[in-house]
């Protein structure tokens, strides 16, 4: 099973599809999500609190343009270029995340979430 989820912000909105995963189910009973935009680096988060324990997927290594949420911060990261702490072309979080899915179309745009936008994520039917 799949689920296709929507992510909104005054510029642009993007879709997402998420893998069947305990971590992901917690975080679909938190949705929608209607947050300010945490900007960092070139990661966007937005705060939600769900049930979620680290699990298989966790890694703090991944691609540009997944979909994961921070247990340790209670968060859904959305990164989409290098952090500050990334080695080379390599995207490196802070501590591991849940791999919850990915970013369907051009993740880089993104870049254009200001800090402090209202971003609104929810599940398509």
């Known amino acids: 099973m799949t689920v296709r989820i929507l ?3 005054p ?3 993007l879709e997402g599809l ?5 971590s992901t189910r917690a975080v679909l009973d938190s949705m929608p999500v209607a947050q ?3 900007v960092s680096g070139e990661e966007l988060r937005l705060a939600l609190a769900c049930n979620a324990r680290l699990d298989e997927t966790a890694t703090q ?4 343009g997944m ?3 921070w247990v340790e911060g209670g968060a859904l990261v959305l990164p989409f270029g290098l952090q500050p702490i990334s080695r080379g ?3 490196c979080l ?3 995340v849940n791999v919850l899915g990915r970013i369907e179309g051009d993740f880089r745009q993104l870049a254009t979430v200001c800090e402090g936008d209202p971003v609104i994520i929810e599940r398509l039917p």
């Open 11 to 13: 510029e642009r909105q």
């Open 18 to 22: 998420l893998r069947d995963t305990p």
């Open 94 to 96: 802070a501590t591991a």
């Open 67 to 69: 979909i994961c949420y």
């Open 61 to 64: 290594t991944i691609d540009p």
């Open 36 to 38: 300010a935009a945490v």
């Open 89 to 91: 072309y390599e995207c």
């Open 7 to 9: 992510i909104r912000w």
